[in-house]
């Protein structure tokens, strides 16, 4: 549609219509040939046939124009035809009319030639047209003596002013072609580099476009990998909030394990009391046992009593052996949560090492622990293999003391064995004391540590919340962001229109 408004812009559109120009123009002049010859033959001043003639070779003149223009819109040679064609006509008007304006005349029509800006055909046209006026002029003058008086002056200056004119538009061609080749040359050179920013500013959009796909996939894959963080986070906290669960297991667990410790504790120092009182038993019967005819229902009772202090001792060691098997039993437990803490721990990755350096120490705890509760078991095994020798032998002592007169010599030596019984029975009480002191700084030690895990595992549950968060945040970051390499992309594509 702009196209349209600027038809003339095109050469070709400026030539063919100059030259139609040109041919209009030479219709008028020929219009005035036949007018002047009209009105020569009525005046009587020329005869028909000259004047037939005068036109005749005007419009073949003419015709050869129409003929040219219509095989040729665009023809270069048509100028010069009718340049030809005025010089002919000039030169015959001129001579059989005798007009000296027949020579100005035939400078109208080739004044719409200066359009052409054609400075070689303007200086041809200017030349042979002031040398036609010339050699029109010197055959009027000394061939044909047609001037009378002052007619030759003023056919001089005529002509004089011919070539003027004609010098002048020579100039305004001259002129006028170096301003049109310059506005040319300008708007050409303007044209290119408008094209080559055009050029510059399609490419710089084709790349940002690029550019702006290449960011809208990697913001995508950026979108994609801050879900997968996103939901490994959670897994994360999911399994964290698991270890701190199972770490109060523990916990409680370990608790449970210092109570019973301390229970155990309560009933060691018992049975060192007892053990200690055995012995002092065992050391008044050996100093009374020369008594023993005169105090046998003193010795029958204290015999009973004794008996019924190893049936005590009898349940107090079964009572630890419980306890015992209690703590093998927690210390395997706690050895199987330390695994399961190892595992949630590689699961998580470079975050969980420091979950499974702590599980690692608590699995060795809890094998010491078993460890040592298997040589108290050990150890309980042989305090009831030697309550139940006790027992026996308090029996026999019975048993001796019905017939003390006869088995006072054996009953004497099994006091000297229990006595031997009983001093190795406290030193083993004492040995399971220290082993239950120590399995107490033990459990005291797992306990200190599974704090020390729940003080890591509350900070990697808050640190795992606010990963989780900035991932929230870089989702909404890459939301807008997206929303932005839209909108240029949009704005690039807009200057597709001008490729």
Not at 120 to 142: D, E, P
Not at 462 to 489: C, D, F, M, P, W
């Amino acid at each position: 549609m702009g196209e349209e408004r600027f038809v003339y812009a095109d050469l070709n559109k400026q030539k063919e219509r100059m030259n139609r120009a040109l041919v209009i123009g030479y219709i008028i002049f020929t219009i005035f040939i036949f007018v002047v010859s009209g009105v020569n033959f009525l005046a009587g001043l020329n005869s028909l046939k000259t004047v037939l003639n005068v036109d005749g070779c005007t419009l073949i003149v003419l015709f050869l124009l129409f003929l040219d223009l219509k095989l040729d819109k665009n023809p270069e040679r048509l100028r010069y035809f009718a340049l030809i064609g005025l010089i002919v006509i000039q030169i015959v008007t001129s001579i059989v009319y005798n007009a000296s304006y027949i020579s100005v005349l035939v400078c109208a029509p080739l004044v719409g030639c200066i359009l052409f800006y054609d400075k070689v055909f303007s200086g041809l046209a200017g030349v042979m047209t002031s040398m036609a006026s010339i050699i029109i002029f010197l055959v009027k003058k000394y061939a044909l003596n047609m001037y009378e008086g002052n007619d030759s002056v003023v056919e001089v200056f005529t002509i004089a002013a011919i070539v003027l004119v004609i010098g002048i538009a020579y100039l305004a061609v001259s002129i006028g072609g170096t301003f049109q080749n310059d506005m040319f040359g300008k708007i050409e050179y303007d044209r290119s580099n408008q094209n080559k920013m055009i050029d510059d500013i399609v490419r710089v959009a084709d790349s940002v476009r690029n550019q702006t796909n290449s960011a809208m996939n990697t913001m995508k894959e950026l979108e994609e990998a801050t879900g997968v963080v996103d939901d490994v986070v959670k897994h994360i906290t999911q399994n964290n909030m698991s270890t701190v669960e199972n770490v109060q297991v523990q916990t409680q667990m370990t608790h449970n394990i210092q109570e019973s410790i301390e229970e155990t504790l309560k009933y060691a120092a018992v049975m060192v009391d007892i053990a200690g009182n055995a012995e002092e038993i065992n050391v008044h019967n050996q100093a009374t046992i020369n008594k023993l005819k005169d105090q046998a229902t003193t010795i029958q009772n204290t015999n009973s009593h004794v008996a019924t202090a190893m049936e005590n001792l009898k349940e107090k060691t079964e009572a630890v052996k419980g306890i015992a098997d209690t703590i093998f039993s927690i210390s395997s437990q706690t050895n199987l949560l330390a695994l399961n803490a190892s595992i949630e721990s590689a699961r998580a990755g470079e975050a969980g090492r420091g979950f499974a350096v702590v599980a690692d120490e608590i699995r060795e705890l809890a094998e010491k622990t078993r460890a040592e509760t298997e040589t108290i078991a050990n150890v309980l095994e042989e305090l009831s293999f030697n309550a139940n020798n006790a027992a026996k032998a308090v029996e026999e002592s019975t048993e001796a003391t019905n017939s003390q007169n006869e088995l006072i010599t054996e009953a004497a030596g099994s006091f000297d064995a229990m006595s031997d019984r009983v001093g190795e029975l406290t030193k083993n009480i004492s040995e399971i004391d220290l082993m239950i002191n120590s399995l107490s700084e033990a459990n005291n030690q797992i306990v200190d540590n599974i704090v020390q895990l729940s003080s890591a595992s509350e900070e990697v549950a808050e640190n795992s919340e606010q990963a989780q968060e900035y991932s929230k945040r870089n989702l909404e970051k890459v939301e807008i962001t997206k929303g932005l390499l839209e909108k240029i992309e949009d704005e690039a594509c807009k200057l597709d229109g001008y490729i």
